[in-house]
């Protein structure tokens, strides 16, 4: 691979993290973006309604 390929694959690599990077929240509140979109999810709440079950299955197994 020549100089001008490689130069030309980091620049690009380059450009491509910093795009990704900036589109990452930096404050680390990125959460509240997305806090609260499975609430009326039927499959959210059937998931939520299992885990529950299967905790308390495991918990009572471990007394």
């Not at 990077?21 to 930096?26: C, F, G, H, N, V």
């Not at 499975?38 to 309604?49: L, S």
Request: no cysteine; charged share 35%.
């Amino acid at each position: 691979m020549s100089t001008k390929v490689l130069e030309k694959t980091i620049t690009d690599l380059k450009r491509r993290v910093a795009k990704i990077e900036a589109s990452m929240s930096p404050s680390g509140r990125g959460w509240k973006k997305i806090a609260g979109a499975a609430k009326e999810d039927h499959h959210f709440a059937e998931a939520m309604r299992l885990g529950a079950k299967w905790r308390k299955q495991a918990n009572q197994e471990n007394w």
